[in-house]
């Protein structure tokens, strides 16, 4: 069985960072993609950034290029997201997820596997 379990989310103000790391348990993440997602009050879930398995090749959302980093550590099983320059509108629960194949992608129908979410508020 496979455990997704998402942590680091908080309250920060506008330009500050925060990092987020997707723990895996069941599934080694080196062979599968993994990918963020977000969903805002009111909102729809949406894409934020994709690693595939085994290249590691990495996928941005036009919201959050040069600001996010995504990042896998192989040694340690787990999938960071290194949010910098925070805006108020990066404010959601923030989902990490796995897919059962190393090709990554950015619809949520695609991945199997998800966390419970971790919570990102950034304060003007």
């Known amino acids: 069985q496979v455990q997704l379990v998402e942590s680091g989310g908080g309250l920060v103000q506008t330009g500050n960072s925060l990092r987020l790391s997707c723990a895996a348990s069941?599934?080694?993440?080196?062979?599968?993609?993994t990918g963020w997602f977000r969903q805002a009050p009111g909102k729809e879930r949406e894409f934020v950034a994709s690693?595939?398995?085994?290249?590691?090749?990495?996928v941005y959302a036009d919201s959050v290029k040069g600001r996010f980093t995504i990042s896998r550590d192989d040694t340690k099983n787990s999938v960071h997201l290194q949010m910098n320059s925070l805006k108020p509108e990066d404010t959601a629960v923030y989902y990490c997820?796995?897919?059962?194949?190393?090709?990554?992608?950015?619809?949520?129908?695609?991945?199997?596997?998800w966390g419970q979410g971790t919570q990102v508020t950034v304060s003007s």
């Open positions: 997820a796995s897919r059962s194949t190393r090709f990554a992608s950015l619809r949520l129908s695609d991945y199997d596997y």
């Open positions: 069941g599934r080694w993440f080196s062979n599968y993609a």
């Open positions: 690693v595939s398995g085994i290249s590691g090749i990495t």
